[in-house]
């Protein structure tokens, strides 16, 4: 039996970062095999960290579907039906557009496959598989451990990723969620204790939860954290600004050793806010969220979308300004991306704004749709700018200097840093396979910081303009000459 993560036709672009495809191993089919009898000869493999060995002949074939990978995924399928395997096929795209991939598989699976997987091989076993499963039944209970053996973890840097839900409790209409989950539960988490048993099982200190919303459900949250302190963890995670303001699960987060947290902000205009249905972030206090995270040591990675329907010319350089002030340490910037299956597909299709369906453009990078208030190629500079600009040294310097401690200035940099301005040297280390060597330097990057530094008195969030003179000067006296860049210039778009 293989299961079989295809890499994106991108993977020749030069906007291809190995790095960032060498994160996370291909959880969701490690996952599905849990299903699998304990006798099945499995291969697992992942096209983004290894060549595919195509000449063998298995039996079956499970392929999952992303949107960037789905004409690859096709062809692998394609291939391995004319060897005579019996193929399946799952995941968002197939989702999103079942009768796209119905022709390339003999059964496809719509939604989440905890479900389905184990029927369809009951139903295979007995010689009676279906063309189509469909999931329903939406419950993490009783969810076998993952195969985790069938990883090979030397490849990649964050092989310890986790996930301890399904979903989110929220409706953003350019979201892949509500047209993933249509037909039963879109928000439901494991059960506190079987999420404890699974983080035990990982070796190491470092996690990473790729939940959607790791604190969308605060009792659960709160209980996991609580359940984790003393375990000695340092982990990375998601989670919406109301959570982080709303009550004190994200103190008990960082307690059991959340050191860097994805926030979606998406936009700093209320009306786009609107627009997308994003209501959870409408009237919240940005400033605030960047304020305690800050004080509990955890760095952000600020998620930021362009090209809504109120943004102008403008927003790039507005954008950045914000993030670099506020020390947000990195930044995650999306060109908006109506995904087949959602609401915001849906409406632009309705208005003849889609420009492309050509899935290898829907990675957050192209243009695909008609922008209302600037051209597409005035959209695609500014999302250029905007990351070119947000990674200069200058800039990371700056945003660096606008936290409470040194420490977490210290720590901003090396991360922000290690994370856009050292490619080659990324690529090397995949090359020659020793990603493993650099997990001690991350883990020692997300070491705690605690905001009792004696040398910092206060940062820019809470009212003054400027770091602590004690802190910045720690900061520079260890970057050198770094910053001594050009002024800025001006915004292309
Ligand atoms: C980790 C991650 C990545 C990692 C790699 C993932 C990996 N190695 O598996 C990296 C950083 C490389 C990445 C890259 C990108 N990603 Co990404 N990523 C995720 C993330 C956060 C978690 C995925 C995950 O592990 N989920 C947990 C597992 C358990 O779930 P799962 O993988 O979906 O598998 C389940 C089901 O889908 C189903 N299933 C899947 N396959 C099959 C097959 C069969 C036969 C069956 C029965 C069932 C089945 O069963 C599994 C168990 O329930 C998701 C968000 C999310 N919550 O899913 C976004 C997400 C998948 N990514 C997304 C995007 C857009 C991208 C990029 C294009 C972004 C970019 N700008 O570069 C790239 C391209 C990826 C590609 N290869 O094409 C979108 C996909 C939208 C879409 N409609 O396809 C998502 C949903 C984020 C979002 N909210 O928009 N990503
Ligand atoms: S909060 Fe995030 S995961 Fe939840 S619906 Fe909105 S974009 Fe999707």
Request: one cysteine or more; aromatic letters at 10%.
């Amino acid at each position: 039996m293989k299961l079989i993560l295809p890499a994106l036709t991108e993977a020749t672009s030069p906007y291809w970062r190995p790095i960032k495809y060498s994160l996370f191993p291909p959880l969701g089919l490690a996952t599905l095999a849990a299903y699998l009898p304990p006798d099945t000869k499995i291969s697992l493999q992942d096209e983004h960290v290894e060549k595919l060995n195509l000449d063998d002949e298995p039996d079956l074939v499970v392929i999952q579907v992303y949107i960037t990978n789905a004409y690859r995924a096709y062809e692998i399928a394609d291939h391995y039906r004319a060897r005579g395997a019996y193929v399946v096929l799952g995941g968002l795209h197939v989702t999103s557009l079942p009768n796209e991939a119905a022709p390339h598989g003999d059964t496809i699976f719509l939604g989440p496959g905890e479900h389905t997987f184990p029927q369809f091989l009951k139903d295979l076993a007995a010689g009676q598989p279906q063309r189509r499963y469909e999931s329903s039944v939406r419950t993490l209970k009783g969810l076998p451990p993952i195969r985790r053996d069938l990883i090979q973890r030397h490849r990649y840097l964050v092989p310890n990723s986790i996930v301890v839900s399904r979903g989110c409790p929220h409706h953003c209409t350019f979201c892949y969620k509500d047209g993933f989950f249509a037909g039963g539960r879109s928000f439901y988490t494991q059960q506190v204790d079987d999420a404890l048993a699974e983080i035990s099982r990982l070796p190491g200190k470092h996690l990473y939860f790729l939940d959607d919303h790791l604190l969308g459900n605060t009792r659960f949250a709160r209980d996991l954290f609580r359940g984790m302190r003393g375990m000695g963890r340092i982990f990375q995670g998601a989670a919406t600004v109301d959570s982080i303001l709303r009550d004190d699960a994200i103190e008990d987060a960082a307690a059991a050793g959340l050191r860097s947290l994805f926030v979606g902000f998406e936009t700093l205009s209320n009306n786009a806010l609107a627009d997308a249905g994003k209501r959870q972030n409408l009237g919240r206090n940005y400033r605030e969220v960047v304020r305690r995270l800050d004080s509990l040591g955890v760095m952000i990675n600020g998620s930021f979308v362009f090209g809504l329907d109120g943004d102008d010319r403008d927003v790039f350089r507005r954008t950045v300004d914000w993030a670099v002030e506020v020390g947000v340490t990195t930044a995650t910037f999306h060109v908006l991306t109506p995904y087949p299956g959602t609401a915001l597909f849906q409406e632009m299709e309705s208005r003849n704004r889609i420009a492309s369906r050509n899935w290898d453009l829907y990675d957050t990078r192209h243009v695909i749709y008609q922008p209302l208030c600037m051209s597409p190629d005035e959209l695609k500079r500014g999302y250029d700018w905007a990351y070119q600009e947000f990674y200069r040294w200058s800039n990371i310097f700056d945003a660096a200097s606008a936290h409470i401690s040194t420490k977490h200035q210290l720590k901003h940099f090396f991360y922000s840093a290690g994370w856009k301005k050292f490619e080659p040297a990324w690529d090397f280390v995949i090359r020659v396979k020793q990603l493993a060597q650099l997990r001690p330097v991350l883990e020692a990057v997300l070491s705690p910081v605690t905001n009792r530094d004696p040398k910092s008195k206060t940062n820019r969030l809470s009212g003054r303009n400027q770091p602590t003179v004690e802190a910045s000067s720690a900061t520079r006296l260890l970057l050198g000459n770094l910053s001594n860049e050009p002024q800025k210039h001006q915004i292309s778009a």
